[in-house]
């Protein structure tokens, strides 16, 4: 079982930046691909951003290449998501998961963080 919990969003003017950071809680989180989805108002979720349980791989979606970072420190338990370049679309709200490999099926993931809210706005 693992617990996630997000934190770092807010409210950020168009080009701003924002880190977003995910404790995660329980046993073996070195074991598990994490990734970021979003969802916007009156929008389907989507993936954003993943990285490998080992950390050798990264993916991003097209929306957010050159913008956007994942990254990942096992030791501390805890995956972030750098935001650079921010635009008003990125509004929504992000959640932090967690699953067995890096895919953009959020049905694919066992463990969902509660969110936490991006707004880009001027």
């Known amino acids: 079982q693992v617990q996630l919990a997000e934190s770092g969003g807010g409210l950020v003017q168009p080009g701003g930046s924002l880190r977003l950071a995910c404790a995660a809680n329980g046993t073996a989180f070195d074991y598990y691909a994490m990734a970021w989805f979003r969802q916007a108002p009156g929008k389907e979720r989507e993936g954003v951003s993943c990285?490998?349980?080992?950390?050798?791989?990264?993916y991003y979606t097209d929306f957010v290449k050159g913008r956007f970072t994942i990254s990942r420190d096992n030791a501390k338990n805890t995956v972030y998501l750098q935001m650079n370049s921010l635009k008003p679309e990125d509004t929504a709200v992000y959640y932090c998961?967690?699953?067995?490999?890096?895919?953009?099926?959020?049905?694919?993931?066992?463990?969902w963080g509660q969110g936490t809210q991006v707004t880009v706005s001027s």
């Open positions: 990285i490998s349980s080992t950390d050798d791989y990264t």
């Open positions: 998961v967690a699953g067995l490999y890096c895919n953009w099926y959020a049905t694919e993931y066992d463990y």
